[in-house]
């Protein structure tokens, strides 16, 4: 199993990012794909999660209206697409997958590796 995030780069405040996390050797029919963050000095975050069966998404307050998921299941491809972006978004973004969608660290069995999103003027 492999999930390769990536996408991340240096945006404006206020610009826009998409991540994609492209997996293989699992299906996305079967598990959720979850999106964190960690930023230097400070605990990884969940941010968003979109679950297998039905494509339900969650997003976290700090990126509700801002932050949208979503899958093509025909490339095995969950995105995150980052709007209005702050200097508080910068961080290495992960994406992970887990039996059920969750914002919780422990919920997912594989991660990728992490992308890069900074945010500066």
């Known amino acids: 199993v492999q999930l390769q995030a990536s996408g991340g780069g240096l945006a404006h405040p206020g610009g826009s990012l998409r991540l994609s996390c492209v997996v293989s050797?699992?299906?996305?029919?079967?598990?959720?794909i979850g999106w964190f963050r960690q930023a230097p000095g400070k605990e990884r975050e969940g941010i968003s999660c979109?679950?297998?069966?039905?494509?339900?998404?969650y997003y976290a307050d700090s990126v509700l209206d801002r932050f949208a998921i979503s899958r093509d299941k025909d490339k095995n491809t969950v995105y995150l697409h980052l709007s209005s972006l702050k200097p508080e978004d910068t961080a290495l973004y992960y994406c992970?997958?887990?039996?059920?969608?969750?914002?919780?660290?422990?919920?997912?069995?594989?991660w990728g590796q992490g992308t890069q999103v900074t945010v500066s003027s």
């Open positions: 979109i679950s297998s069966n039905d494509g339900s998404r």
């Open positions: 992970a997958a887990g039996p059920t969608p969750s914002t919780t660290i422990s919920a997912y069995w594989y």
């Open positions: 050797g699992l299906s996305l029919d079967d598990y959720a």
